[in-house]
């Protein structure tokens, strides 16, 4: 493995003090190489979320250190200074329910990011109609949000995702709302992006249809994590 | 950059535009708020210009006529004339009162309501200070009794009879703006009949008055042939008007004529200036604060609806709040939305608001001015109110963790 997606040593994450002190991370673990897709499963209270909000720089954690693109944004107590133009550059975030904004058309929820990021209205939106035909959603680049299908607004938030070209993308339970072939199609979707553009990808899942398709897995019990080779079953 | 706000607004415009109405009613109600109390200073001002003076004399240590009750000797306007700087002066008496229709079958009863009109009552002498400055049909009074000039807002109409006290009179000429400080239109009517009208007494009071004195003996003293007849005759007639209404020679100070008059004529006199101070820092003062008082509340509920309305619809945002600073939204374009909507909503209420006062102005019984410096000062407050509505909102979305955006 030469490049680095994203790379996490001996995590920890507390929350609280003294006798109510929670220890949700213990130590993590995890490698994930730009272009690859891997899982992250563990039973509720396991620290998934947590370990997620770590990444998504959105929790500060108590210990270790996390890589991202090749960047180390968090060594024990160190953090980079930019945290927010950190999650809008080297980011993407796939949530449970596509959460677009509902009064952005499908075209500028996508180009939100790279505008955000500074790019100009005319540049954004280029790319954001390059990536909705990647994702085969670009005959409703002119719809709301609410007038798609949740498979529609699923991919129009994996093209928001992949905006800014990300080295990183955090997909939380992205397949859960989904039947079968919607959700392998997600899947399917992200394996592709992730080569295509090069990306890093944490899939964090419940979801049995979809754990099948990993190649590699990572478990979550009691805060540690425990890498798993996957069936790597064919979409 | 997109604009959030305006694309947010786009998107539910239907609410803004119904939150948008009801708040600019608010806003419409309190420019004609403001325009009822420039109606009001109007009106005085409007008062003080057609009566045509420089100067008003008025019973000593009241500040009559509009403000207080004035009553002095008809005859003083000579010793008026005579003072240096004076060009013309003359006798007015004003009474605010019910003037009555006439039909056929003669006039309706007072205070029946329902065909008579609050009207102040001004005597005057036809050529002289304190007639009507200007018609907008008829003509003005030639006979000495019993003609009327009636302001257009009476509602009376060119040949129609109206009843004064005990007598009828024929409205000969129409004017427009002459209202008294409180708003109510004046009708003309000559000096002598006013006098009577005011000051004299009805029959039934007259002949108890004369029964009274003749039971009295020092004033019907055995032996005195005369008296009687001569003190009764003084009661039955009343020789007062309200005000003397003085015009100075051009470069004359009008201040200079007031001294002496005050000083010798054991009369009150005032200038313009201190006229109009009484009418509009002191006769409608209560009115004023009253009106202000409104004003304020009006803001602090205009400030409500938006605050709330803007809050409601921030914290129905707050997951897509968590999203936009999750992936990288600054606060203060965060803020921005929040405030631009705030203040879009104010700018939607205040055109509505300015567009309802408009139409519904002139149907007030009321003169209300609106003004244009009132409405840009009303814009101004109108933004300013809106920005500090929205800083609840503004504050709730600066707390959302973008954490929230993440479940679990």
């Known amino acids: 493995m030469g490049q680095i997606g994203i790379r996490i040593e001996h995590l920890r994450k507390r929350y609280g003090e003294g006798d109510t002190a929670v220890d949700a991370l213990k130590d993590v673990n995890m490698t994930v190489a730009p272009g690859e897709v891997v899982g992250l499963i563990g039973p509720s209270g396991s620290g998934k979320s947590t370990l997620l909000k770590c990444l998504g720089a959105v929790i500060e954690p108590s210990g270790g250190r996390m890589t991202i693109g090749g960047e180390t944004i968090y060594d024990d107590g160190w953090k980079i200074p930019d945290l927010r133009a950190l999650r809008r550059d080297s980011i993407g975030f796939v949530f449970q329910s596509p959460y677009l904004i509902p009064f952005l058309d499908v075209t500028d929820n996508v180009a939100l990011l790279p505008m955000l990021a500074g790019r100009s209205n005319a540049e954004a939106r280029t790319r954001a109609r390059e990536l909705l035909k990647a994702l085969d959603v670009d005959h409703r680049a002119g719809a709301q949000p609410s007038e798609l299908s949740g498979g529609e607004q699923q991919r129009v938030s994996i093209a928001r995702a992949l905006a800014n070209r990300p080295p990183v993308i955090l997909a939380d339970e992205p397949t859960a709302p989904l039947d079968s072939e919607r959700a392998l199609a997600v899947v399917r979707i992200l394996n592709q992006m992730a080569v295509q553009y090069h990306t890093a990808i944490i899939v964090v899942t419940h979801d049995e249809k979809i754990i099948p398709t990993f190649k590699r897995l990572y478990h979550i019990r009691d805060g540690r994590t425990h890498e798993e080779v996957g069936e790597g079953r064919s979409l | ?408």
């Open chain 2, 1 to 408: 950059m997109i604009s959030l706000a305006g694309r947010d607004i786009l998107h539910s415009w239907s609410k803004f535009v119904l939150t948008g109405i009801g708040l600019g009613l608010l806003i419409g109600v309190t420019l004609t708020m403001a325009g009822v109390y420039r109606g009001m200073v109007d009106d005085a001002r409007a008062l003080l210009n057609n009566s045509g003076a420089d100067l008003w004399v008025v019973q000593q240590d009241t500040q009559g006529p509009y403000a207080e009750s004035s009553s002095l000797r008809d005859d003083a306007v000579r010793s008026v004339l005579g003072q240096p700087g004076v060009a013309r002066a003359a006798n007015v008496t004003y009474l605010t009162m019910q003037v009555r229709r006439t039909s056929e079958g003669g006039a309706a009863p007072a205070g029946s309501g329902d065909d008579d009109v609050r009207a102040m009552v001004v005597g005057f002498e036809p050529g002289q200070p304190g007639e009507p400055a200007y018609l907008v049909a008829g003509r003005h009074i030639t006979r000495s009794h019993y003609e009327a000039v009636a302001d257009v807002r009476t509602g009376f109409t060119l040949g129609e009879r109206i009843r004064i006290r005990r007598h009828d009179y024929t409205v000969v000429g129409l004017t427009r703006r002459m209202v008294s400080s409180g708003g109510d239109p004046m009708v003309f009517i000559p000096l002598k009949d006013a006098q009577e009208a005011q000051f004299l007494k009805d029959n039934d009071a007259i002949v108890n008055d004369r029964a009274r004195t003749a039971a009295n003996p020092s004033l019907n003293r055995p032996g005195v042939p005369g008296l009687l007849e001569a003190i009764q005759a003084s009661q039955a007639n009343n020789r007062n008007v309200n005000a003397i209404l003085v015009q100075v020679w051009p470069g004359t100070d009008a201040e200079a004529v007031a001294e002496p008059v005050r000083r010798w004529k054991h009369l009150e006199a005032f200038t313009r200036e201190q006229m109009e101070e009484i009418l509009v820092a002191k006769l409608i003062a209560t009115s004023a604060k009253q009106i202000s008082m409104f004003l304020v509340i009006l803001a602090i509920v205009s400030a409500a609806i938006v605050a709330f309305i803007i809050y409601t619809m921030t914290l129905g945002k707050i997951r897509e709040i968590a999203v936009l600073k999750l992936i990288g939204t600054r606060n203060r374009t965060i803020a921005g939305m929040i405030l631009q909507q705030a203040l879009g909503l104010g700018l939607i209420g205040f055109v509505v608001g300015k567009v309802a006062a408009t139409f519904w102005a002139p149907i007030f019984p009321k003169y209300v001015l609106l003004e244009p410096g009132d409405a840009v000062r009303g814009l101004v407050a109108v933004v300013v109110i809106c920005a500090l509505a929205s800083t609840l909102a503004i504050r709730i979305a600066l707390k959302v963790d973008p954490a929230a955006a993440i479940g679990g």
